[in-house]
């Protein structure tokens, strides 16, 4: 679909599929629309199409899209015809569904989209709900062999967890979406918890043991084996660079294994050259990606305290000169995650440009607090042109905070 007409049928389209509401990615936490009743009835309505293929399931506060991409990336190396879904997009919507990395089809995108509105006031489904079935359609369409689903918000009610997997797995839980998920972790780990099915396998890959405790349990119950991520024995390496990716490495393997258990053929060397093109094979973007090596310049989609902790003390291991770009949405815990900035660094605050987008001016007696290096700019755009002409040799610059942060820059940025 590249005919003029067509990318505006298209655009057309998709700029109705996200006025839906509720849409969490425009509006944020009011829009969080849990239950199985509309995604049951919108799968019904297309004839059931997620039981057409052979899935995985993978929930966790971090790492969840990573930990999917190399899971398809192996697949895809052993020869399968693999479909993804994740959330959200950086730049386009189709980067949400693909099939062996090549984002869906914009004609059947745009068709869905209108058969959809076509429906769309007999139900009320929120945009997720909408997306959701698309990805199965578009999967049974493309007749994939296996699909590797990654959850929204949480998993015993999302969308997604109308499936029944060939395999589990939770990365890891932690404090994020507290006002949805719980404000404990026993509480959001219980939530993450609800994808387990009986009889299927879960891959667990956190340490934490108030989260182990309630993951077994719930596995306990349903007679679904609990399998370790984190004793898996590896050296193994990815292309996705972060050092938190180690983590993320373990649980793909693990949910592998179990696939490979299950008749899927998937040898070592699949494995080892599948999570070194993790990007090539599913297009993956924003997790530690080096935009540019001279001068260095990194971005990254962490937007929590957990997952920015990480990076953080990445990016000070350096030992450079650090400059960075960052901007946050409106129901992120800025207060902690400002109190974990690097001190030494520059920073270039802007508000992404979404509904949702916080303006820096209401946390600066925070950076003031801290006592920050900073400016405010009315973009991600101009910040980063800012940063980047006070930026020397040896100095590193990094862009984030957000996944819109990181998509805004890249939509900029990225050679057309």
Same mark, same amino acid.
């Given at each position: 679909?590249? %005919?003029?007409?067509?990318?505006?049928?298209?655009?057309?389209?998709?700029?109705?599929?996200?006025?839906?509401?509720?849409?969490?990615?425009?509006?944020?936490?009011?829009?969080?629309?849990?239950?199985?009743?509309?995604?049951?009835?919108?799968?019904?309505?297309?004839?059931?199409?997620?039981?057409?293929?052979?899935?995985?399931?993978?929930?966790? $506060?971090?790492?969840?899209?990573?930990?999917?991409?190399?899971?398809?990336?192996?697949?895809?190396?052993?020869?399968?015809?693999?479909?993804?879904?994740?959330?959200?997009?950086?730049?386009?919507?189709?980067?949400?569904?693909?099939?062996?990395?090549?984002?869906?089809?914009?004609?059947?995108?745009?068709?869905?989209?209108?058969?959809?509105?076509?429906?769309?006031?007999?139900?009320?489904?929120?945009?997720?709900?909408?997306? /959701?079935?698309?990805?199965?359609?578009?999967?049974?369409?493309?007749?994939?062999?296996?699909?590797?689903?990654?959850?929204?918000?949480?998993?015993?009610?999302?969308? /997604?967890?109308?499936?029944?997997?060939?395999?589990?797995?939770?990365?890891?839980?932690?404090?994020?979406?507290?006002?949805?998920?719980?404000?404990?972790?026993?509480?959001?780990?219980?939530?993450?918890?609800?994808?387990?099915?009986?009889?299927?396998?879960?891959?667990?890959?956190?340490?934490?043991?108030?989260?182990?405790?309630?993951?077994?349990?719930?596995?306990?119950?349903?007679?679904?084996?609990?399998?370790?991520? /984190?004793?898996?024995?590896?050296?193994?390496?990815?292309?996705?660079?972060?050092?938190?990716?180690?983590?993320?490495?373990?649980?793909?393997?693990?949910?592998?294994?179990?696939? $490979?258990?299950?008749?899927?053929?998937?040898?070592?060397?699949?494995?080892?050259?599948?999570?070194?093109?993790?990007?090539?094979?599913?297009?993956?973007?924003?997790?530690?990606?080096?935009?540019?090596?001279?001068?260095?310049?990194?971005?990254? /989609?962490?937007?929590?305290?957990?997952?920015?902790?990480?990076?953080?003390?990445?990016?000070?291991?350096?030992?450079?000169?650090?400059?960075?770009?960052?901007?946050?949405?409106?129901?992120? %815990?800025?207060?902690?995650?400002?109190?974990?900035?690097?001190?030494?660094?520059?920073?270039?605050?802007?508000?992404?440009?979404?509904?949702?987008?916080?303006?820096?001016? $209401?946390?600066?007696?925070?950076?003031?607090?801290?006592?920050?290096?900073?400016?405010?700019?009315?973009?991600?755009?101009?910040?980063?042109?800012?940063?980047?002409?006070?930026?020397?040799?040896? %100095?590193?610059?990094?862009?984030?905070?957000?996944?819109?942060?990181?998509?805004?820059?890249?939509?900029?940025?990225?050679?057309?």
């Amino acid at each position: 679909m590249e %005919d003029t007409r067509d990318l505006f049928r298209y655009k057309q389209a998709v700029d109705w599929l996200f006025a839906q509401i509720p849409n969490y990615q425009q509006q944020g936490a009011s829009a969080y629309k849990p239950g199985l009743e509309n995604i049951s009835a919108l799968c019904a309505h297309f004839g059931n199409p997620q039981l057409a293929f052979p899935t995985v399931h993978i929930a966790g $506060t971090n790492g969840k899209g990573s930990t999917s991409s190399m899971v398809a990336s192996m697949l895809q190396r052993a020869g399968y015809k693999v479909g993804l879904y994740t959330s959200p997009h950086l730049i386009d919507f189709t980067e949400r569904i693909k099939v062996n990395g090549a984002p869906a089809d914009k004609e059947f995108v745009t068709d869905f989209i209108e058969q959809l509105q076509a429906i769309a006031g007999r139900v009320s489904p929120s945009f997720f709900e909408f997306t /959701t079935v698309m990805a199965f359609a578009y999967f049974k369409h493309s007749k994939v062999d296996i699909a590797v689903i990654e959850t929204g918000l949480g998993g015993r009610l999302d969308a /997604t967890n109308i499936i029944t997997p060939l395999v589990g797995a939770i990365t890891n839980v932690d404090f994020d979406h507290t006002d949805l998920l719980g404000s404990t972790l026993e509480e959001i780990a219980t939530e993450k918890a609800g994808i387990i099915k009986p009889d299927v396998p879960i891959v667990c890959g956190d340490e934490n043991p108030i989260v182990r405790e309630v993951i077994q349990k719930r596995a306990s119950m349903l007679n679904a084996r609990f399998v370790d991520a /984190t004793s898996v024995s590896t050296t193994m390496q990815s292309d996705l660079e972060g050092k938190y990716q180690q983590k993320n490495i373990k649980v793909a393997i693990a949910i592998v294994e179990q696939l $490979t258990g299950l008749g899927f053929e998937v040898s070592t060397e699949d494995q080892k050259e599948g999570l070194l093109t993790v990007s090539a094979s599913t297009g993956l973007m924003g997790r530690w990606q080096i935009f540019s090596t001279d001068p260095l310049i990194i971005c990254d /989609t962490a937007h929590n305290p957990a997952g920015l902790n990480y990076v953080f003390r990445q990016l000070q291991a350096l030992e450079r000169p650090l400059h960075l770009v960052l901007g946050f949405v409106k129901d992120k %815990d800025v207060q902690e995650i400002i109190s974990l900035l690097p001190k030494e660094a520059h920073y270039y605050f802007a508000a992404p440009s979404v509904a949702r987008g916080r303006d820096p001016k $209401t946390y600066e007696e925070l950076l003031k607090k801290e006592d920050l290096r900073y400016n405010f700019f009315p973009s991600i755009q101009q910040a980063y042109l800012s940063a980047l002409k006070r930026l020397k040799k040896s %100095d590193v610059l990094f862009i984030g905070g957000s996944n819109f942060v990181v998509g805004e820059f890249l939509e900029k940025n990225l050679e057309k």
